[in-house]
Antibody, heavy 118, light 110 residues
Framework: EVQLVESGGGLVQPGGSLRLSCAAS????????MSWVRQAPGKGLEWVANIKQDGSRIYYVDSVKGRFTISRDNAKNSLYLQMNSLRAEDTAVYYC???????????WGQGTVVTVSS | QSVLTQPPSVSAAPGQKVTISCSGSSSNIGNNYVSWYQQFPGTAPKLLIYDNDKRPSGIPDRFSGSKSGTSATLGITGLQTGDEADYYCGTWDSSLSGGVFGGGTKVTVL
């Protein structure tokens, strides 16, 4: 059974940092692109970043470029999102998702909540 | 402001049909495949439709997808109270080099 479990969310002050983790199991993690998708309170889904199987190709939404870094450790079956210079508008539930062909997210984690507030 | 445009809400009586539109442009829907997701309050999204019109195993054939030009449509027939949820379309945008979603559509069963 495919499982994605996020962790690392919490309350952080504006300008602060957080590192989210996503532990994957039930599939060959190293064979798949992975993504982070977020959802602000009461809002819709927003794609954040993609990373290729070996980390050689990465894409970000413009609003996080230069502040967020997606990475992975295939030996640990884990996906990460390092978030720096956090802003109030980064407040959201952050989902880890497995990415299959043609930008389809076929499995999602339960999400981790990030709140940026003073 | 989402790149893909969906109606905020649709509704119908039990047993009826609803359709949800998703409008985009040549840089996204027009040249890429569309997927659809169902989300209940407080839970993660779930894949409903991929590659415009394919259903993952376990998704009932009451759910269907189609695409024409720069628009896509999700159809739900035989509407049930359990279908009350938010529905999102998504695809890749070649100009933005990123994933994009619609703003979401809330389905209400009257």
């Amino acid at each position: 059974e495919v499982q994605l479990v996020e962790s690392g969310g919490g309350l952080v002050q504006p300008g602060g940092s957080l590192r989210l983790s996503c532990a994957a199991s039930g599939f060959t993690f190293s064979a798949y692109w992975m993504s982070w998708v977020r959802q602000a309170p009461g809002k819709g889904l927003e794609w954040v970043a993609n990373i290729k199987q070996d980390g050689s190709r990465i894409y970000y939404v413009d609003s996080v470029k230069g502040r967020f870094t997606i990475s992975r450790d295939n030996a640990k079956n884990s996906l990460y999102l390092q978030m720096n210079s956090l802003r109030a508008e980064d407040t959201a539930v952050y989902y880890c998702a497995r990415l299959v062909q043609r930008q389809t997210y076929d499995y999602w984690g339960q999400g981790t909540v990030v709140t940026v507030s003073s | 402001q989402s790149v893909l445009t969906q109606p905020p809400s649709v509704s119908a009586a039990p047993g009826q049909k609803v359709t949800i539109s998703c409008s985009g442009s040549s840089s996204n829907i027009g040249n890429n495949y569309v997927s659809w997701y169902q989300q209940f309050p407080g839970t993660a999204p779930k894949l409903l439709i991929y590659d415009n019109d394919k259903r993952p195993s376990g998704i009932p054939d009451r759910f269907s997808g189609s695409k024409s030009g720069t628009s896509a449509t999700l159809g739900i027939t035989g509407l049930q109270t359990g279908d009350e949820a938010d529905y999102y379309c998504g695809t890749w945008d070649s100009s933005l080099s990123g994933g994009v979603f619609g703003g979401g559509t809330k389905v209400t069963v009257l």
